[in-house]
């Protein structure tokens, strides 16, 4: 048995768009690039859509083009990828951490005005695994002390909160095309916003800080190479076109999940609020309490063992080694986090999953528990 933990859902369409590029001669800054982005703004409905190589490099610019200085603060959480509290560091911000929901598995939205300080300026909610945070307590906290939202949607493209897209649920998103989320363009990113300024700085600076119009040795402010490239952009605008498609077999895929786990005592799984569409990024199971560990680890590796992928997302932000020599974290400051994060595991989810290899997975979970 060999069971996948994930991989890109790739038709002859996206071969094609790569081969007619190449063919193009225009293999960057061409006609690939807004054809995805326009795209990307018409789902999601935002009026900018602007592609990057990375969503780290997208959630960067947001941080930049929101103005954190140095020594301001930002919230986050801890249960998350590293990239969503990295680029506050990167502009040598201080990343405040609130503990998790540990129901919903995102930022504990009720706790987040007692983090805010005369020094916050930012929040940057996660998606986590698909499901939009508590946006409306969100986006009240940021009203009432003036912060300015980063959504990092890099895990939720497609899905919904109270009826309205991921990514324009605060004041700019960022989705992220690595092989393993949604859609894919192999690397890359992309921001979207209704904000004219922020679309207006990220364009500029994704492009060595060149402003519209300008030559290219003219530089209007302090710029990276952020760009994606016409081939990625292609494969993405196609990817764009399968979105019901490709979003509907990973619904699939978690629903088999699902039904075969439902009654599993030992085991519990994210849970999905009434008001949110979830786009499935991951199948994660929590082991229950009693286990440990070490427990789980041993789990992950017998699964392995017998050709099952899976994997420990997340791992504590603030237990990494950076994290703890930088700003002293330790274990036990955010304990929901901590239990939680100990006995996560991520099974085998892509589009390509049959049910019969679904039954194999349940299975052989079910005997290793
Ligand atoms: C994937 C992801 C990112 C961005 O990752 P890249 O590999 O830089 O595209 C950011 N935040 C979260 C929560 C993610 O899952």
Redesign the pocket.
């Known amino acids: 048995m060999n069971i996948e933990l994930s991989g890109p859902d790739i038709s002859q369409a996206e071969i094609d768009a790569v081969a007619d590029v190449l063919r193009s001669g225009r293999l960057s800054l061409g006609p690939a690039v807004p054809r995805f982005e326009e795209a990307i703004s018409k789902y999601v409905g935002t009026k900018h859509a602007i592609a990057v190589s990375?969503?780290?490099c997208g959630?960067h610019l947001l941080v930049r083009a929101v103005g954190l200085q140095p020594g301001d603060e930002a919230i986050s959480t801890p249960f998350?990828?590293v990239?969503?509290s990295n680029c506050i560091l990167f502009e040598g911000g201080k990343p405040v951490f609130v503990d998790m929901d540990p129901e919903t598995w995102n930022i504990d939205a009720s706790a987040l005005e007692s983090a805010v300080t005369s020094k916050t300026k930012l929040l940057i909610p996660?998606n986590v695994f698909g499901q939009p945070a508590d946006f409306d307590r969100i986006n009240a906290c940021a009203r009432k002390h003036s912060l300015r939202v980063i959504e990092?949607s890099?895990?939720s493209l497609g899905a919904k909160y109270n009826g309205r897209m991921s990514g324009s649920l605060g004041d700019a998103g960022v989705f992220?095309?690595?092989p393993n989320?949604q859609i894919t363009t192999g690397?890359g990113?992309m921001i979207v916003t209704n904000d004219d300024e922020i679309a207006r700085l990220c364009q500029s600076m994704r492009n060595q800080g060149r402003d519209t119009g300008m030559s290219w040795l003219s530089h209007e402010r302090l710029g990276y190479n952020y760009r994606l490239s016409d081939v990625s952009c292609a494969i993405g605008a196609v990817q764009v076109q399968r979105i019901e498609e490709i979003l509907g077999k990973r619904r699939r895929v978690a629903g088999w999940y699902r039904e075969r786990l439902a009654t599993e005592q030992r085991i519990s799984f994210q849970k999905i609020e009434p008001n949110c569409e979830m786009s499935w990024f991951v199948f994660v199971i929590k082991l229950a309490d009693s286990y440990s560990e070490a427990d789980r680890a041993s789990m992950i590796e017998k699964l392995r063992a017998r050709g099952i992928g899976c994997s420990n997302y997340f791992a504590p932000i603030h237990l990494q080694a950076f994290y703890k020599r930088q700003f002293g974290y330790k274990p036990g400051d955010f304990p929901v986090c901590e239990r939680i994060a100990a006995r996560t595991i991520a099974l085998p989810f892509h589009n390509h999953l049959t049910e019969s290899e679904v039954d194999q997975v349940c299975e052989t979970l079910r005997s290793l528990l």
């Open positions: 990375s969503g780290t959630l998350s990828f990239a969503s996660v990092d890099c895990e992220g095309f690595y989320k690397e990113g």
